[in-house]
Structure formats: C-alpha cells, structure tokens
C-alpha cells in the first residue's frame, strides 16, 4: 500500500482543515489507518486511528472533540477534519496504516507511510 497525503495549509488559530490521504492497493479496506503528527524538534506523535470498516475509532486526548477521521474504502481515502485549530496543532501530519485490526497509537505498529503534508496554524 502506497499512501500520498494532502490537504494541508496556513490557517488561523480557529479555522478548520481537511487532511485526505489516497492510498493505491486493493487491500486498502484491510488497513487500519492512522494520521500522526511531527512538531519541529518532537517525536512523531498519534492523533487518530479508524478501524477497517469506519465504525470505531481512537483520539489522541489533545485532539478530542475538535478532530474527526473517517475513511472511505470506495475511494481508497482515509480524511482527518480538524476544527478549532490550534497554535500547538501547528506539525506535519502523516497518513499511516497497518494490514492487521487493532487501533494502536504506536509509531512502530504501522507498517505504511505516507510523505507529510505541513499544517501550520497562525495566531
């Protein structure tokens, strides 16, 4: 599975934003899929995680409330919409996915990467 993330901007502290990541492979809607995030000079950090069919995901506490991931397995797409953005939301974010069940919010239990795609948020 390759996966190429997009989506991301310059926004103001308040402003909402949509994360896609396209994924190629047919095996995607056998993926739980992951969206992580790298502040400068931090460790790449868990943000979400929705199950194969969509119907359970996983929240990073500092996000609850404010993100949502969702996935569409017609179209090999996993989404992150962000509202009530934050300066501290401010990293690149990475789509990420692991060919087993199980939301996991570790880095090293998801097999598949996308690039990152830089979200800044501005006061």
């Known amino acids: 599975v390759q996966l190429q993330a997009s989506g991301g901007g310059l926004v103001q502290g308040g402003d909402s934003l949509r994360l896609s990541c396209a994924a190629s492979g047919r095996t995607f809607s056998q993926h739980v899929m992951g969206w992580f995030r790298q502040a400068p000079g931090k460790e790449r950090e868990f943000v979400a995680a929705i199950s194969w069919g969509g119907s359970r995901t996983l929240y990073a506490d500092s996000v609850k409330g404010r993100f949502t991931i969702s996935r569409d397995n017609a179209k090999n797409t996993v989404y992150l919409q962000m509202n009530s953005l934050k300066l501290e939301d401010t990293a690149v974010y990475y789509c990420?996915?692991?060919?087993?069940?199980?939301?996991?919010?570790?880095?090293?239990?998801?097999?598949?990467w996308g690039q990152g795609t830089q979200v800044t948020v501005s006061s």
């Open positions: 990420a996915g692991r060919p087993q069940h199980g939301l996991l919010s570790n880095v090293r239990d998801y097999d598949y």
